[in-house]
């Protein structure tokens, strides 16, 4: 039977662990813009998702807050493949495709198009399954983040549903916040009630001209 010190000692030697390959497996990792030769690997981190619950917005005396609904039962689901022109993502100015790779295997990517705000909308976000939670989709923020920048826009948005709640979790513990809800975008679906609009502004000595 283990003592509360060796029990203790257990868990930090199993957190280390997992800490030290995670870091381990991004150093790994190279982050590459689309090209043609990578079209192919374009939609491979398509894998489904668990819904286990929703964010439940209200907005009070101009700002947002949130309260979290978990789900009795979760579920699986995958977003459809996206059929684009993917050859206009490649050497723009206005929009990109990023695609994460770890030994030659396409495990993530990152869609990011200019906005009319100013912003840098992140259209898509992807890890394949057995690489979540090893810190794939933080790389894949950052390069949108750098990308976004370079472009001289003013922070990143993107849209979730309200029942992505991993996703949601995700976006705020990476500092984007709630700025606006629609339920009216996603009325011709019956499985969606609302859209979340999330924004990360980038520091205020950003010049908005």
């Known amino acids: 039977m283990w003592g509360i010190s060796s029990w203790r000692?257990?868990?930090?030697?199993?957190?280390?662990?997992k800490r030290g390959s995670r870091l381990s497996m991004q150093k790994q990792m190279k982050v590459v813009p689309l090209t043609l030769d990578l079209l192919k690997d374009v939609n491979k981190a398509n894998d489904p998702?668990?819904?286990?619950g929703r964010i439940?917005?209200?907005?009070?005396?101009?700002?947002?807050?949130?309260e979290e609904e978990l789900f009795d039962e979760s579920k699986e689901t995958r977003f459809p493949d996206d059929h684009l022109d993917w050859e206009s993502y490649i050497d723009r100015k206005?929009?990109?495709?990023?695609?994460?790779?770890?030994?030659?295997?396409c495990i993530g990517q990152v869609r990011i198009i200019k906005d009319v705000t100013r912003f840098c909308y992140i259209e898509n976000i992807a890890v394949r399954k057995e690489y979540r939670k090893h810190g794939v989709g933080a790389i894949l923020l950052d390069e949108a983040e750098e990308w976004a920048r370079v472009q001289k826009l003013i922070g990143l948005?993107?849209?979730?549903?309200?029942?992505?709640?991993?996703?949601?979790r995700f976006y705020m513990?990476?500092?984007?916040?709630?700025?606006?809800?629609?339920?009216?975008?996603h009325l011709h679906n019956?499985?969606?009630?609302?859209?979340?609009?999330w924004y990360k502004p980038?520091?205020?000595?950003?010049?908005?001209?």
């Open 49 to 52: 998702f668990s819904i286990f």
């Open 56 to 66: 439940v917005p209200s907005f009070h005396h101009g700002s947002w807050s949130i």
């Open 9 to 17: 000692n257990k868990v930090d030697l199993a957190f280390i662990s």
């Open 94 to 105: 206005d929009k990109a495709v990023f695609l994460a790779y770890l030994e030659n295997e």
């Open 157 to 168: 948005s993107l849209e979730s549903q309200d029942d992505n709640l991993a996703a949601c």
């Open 202 to 209: 980038f520091e205020k000595d950003v010049d908005p001209t």
């Open 173 to 185: 513990k990476h500092g984007f916040r709630l700025g606006g809800v629609d339920v009216y975008r």
């Open 190 to 197: 019956q499985h969606i009630d609302k859209a979340l609009f």
